[in-house]
């Protein structure tokens, strides 16, 4: 372990311990907080693979298959974004309006709509995505538990009104410098044009037309992004809000009667 945290550092990740740990974990088939149980590794070959290939800086979750989300254990790959933690905060505030019926564009994995699903059993959920590629694991992790309308979220049939709206679109602009692991990602699921904001007028747009006098709009964005001007014409009780680190990561709003 010792030699593997050695191997990962050495490559420029943060968190080499956890990693070269859930990496561990995943080959012996038991979770993290057994390790300690674990007198043997029993394919190490595997296990020295897999932390060279993360030495390469692919995601752990391609390496493992999972991504933990808010209680849900969603399966992930090559050609769907990595849902990361920060989103997680987004998903709780859209769990803590109980909707009956919401729905989640730029669905990807289906991470937001499944851990809706799973924070209100009894809502229905609906998961918008248009690439082919994500389609396949958003298809596999919702499992029939959500509906899944596959097209672009500008002109595919959506069926409302409905409660909430969430969102996690590409919002990234080109010019921002990001992580290694970011390369692995679908361009398309994280950068928005030169100001992340290609795509952002069309999903407000789009919330607008779904949802129900009084229902709620959550999108995640930039931390350099104002979107108060683009939601005023629809919206009203707009309130930024900070992830863990005390930036500005997304927008809530209620729809005008």
Not at 10 to 26: F, I, K, N, Q, T
Not at 44 to 65: C, K, M, N, S
Request: hydrophobic share 45%.
């Amino acid at each position: 372990m010792r030699r593997a945290t050695l191997v990962l550092q050495e490559a420029g990740v943060e968190s080499a311990r956890v990693d070269a740990e859930l990496l561990a974990a995943h080959v012996l088939g038991v979770p993290r907080d057994k390790l300690l149980l674990v007198s043997t590794l029993d394919n190490e070959d595997l296990f020295d693979q897999l932390i060279a290939q993360r030495a390469q800086r692919i995601p752990l979750q391609y390496l493992t298959g999972e991504a933990p989300f808010l209680g849900v254990t969603l399966r992930v790959g090559p050609g769907v974004f990595i849902p990361r933690p920060e989103t997680e905060l987004l998903a709780q505030w859209a769990i803590k309006h109980r909707p009956a019926t919401a729905v989640d564009l730029c669905s990807g994995s289906g991470a937001i709509a499944l851990a809706l699903k799973h924070g209100c059993p009894n809502a229905t959920v609906t998961a918008v995505e248009y690439s082919a590629d994500a389609l396949k694991w958003l298809h596999l992790n919702g499992d029939g538990r959500i509906e899944i309308i596959e097209g672009d979220i500008r002109s595919v049939e959506i069926p409302g009104p409905v409660d909430l709206v969430v969102c996690n679109p590409p919002y990234v602009p080109l010019a921002t410098p990001v992580a290694e692991e970011v390369r692995f990602d679908p361009p398309g699921a994280v950068f928005g044009g030169a100001d992340g904001l290609e795509l952002i007028p069309a999903v407000i747009e789009r919330a607008a037309g779904l949802l129900r006098p009084g229902g709620w709009f959550g999108l995640e964005h930039d931390e350099t992004q104002q979107l108060t001007g683009l939601l005023e014409p629809d919206f009203e009780d707009i309130m930024a809000r900070v992830d863990l680190a005390g930036r500005p990561r997304f927008v809530t709003a209620r729809r005008k009667a």
